[in-house]
């Protein structure tokens, strides 16, 4: 099993810790963590893939050891939050990796996806999605709730949902509950 290497490299002027692990010569896999969390939430993750894989979970800035100086006027965007993450990379001189993406690491892997395609060998998307725009049509009825403002509203949006949402879900959920 590979030792889990605990460091920090200045990267867009912020201090980013890191966990390292791996053979360094094996393919690279980028883990970005979700909200409201830190690379700790791989700690248990980071060993198993470190067989075959050389990993690098970065705490986001905001998150974790990773520290902004106030001086830096740092704007806490997905934007910013991605350019960090492409500094990180590049002072590691990765030029290609795979990255998976939990929660809140989705928005800012996507951006680099879109930044940098051919630096992307694969992406695995866990819990990913943190936009309105990537819920369906299945959704609208709740989306239709979520703006009621009156009690009266509320309670016609929440009889609208009994059938369809109910009898999906429950479908939905089948393969699940019989395991």
Known sequence: MSAVHLKNIKADGVDIFYRESGPSDAPTLLLLHGFPSSSHQFRNLIPLLSKKYHILAPDIPGFGFT????????KYTFDALTTSIESFLRELKVQKYSIYLFNYGGP????LAIRQPDAIQSIISQNGNAYTEGLGGFWAPLE?????KTP??????RESLKGPISTKLHQSLIPWTML
């Open 144 to 148: 239709q709730m979520w703006a009621t």
């Open 108 to 111: 800012i892997g996507l951006r």
């Open 67 to 74: 520290t902004v100086p106030e001086s830096l006027n740092y």
């Open 152 to 157: 009266e509203e509320l309670a016609s949006s």
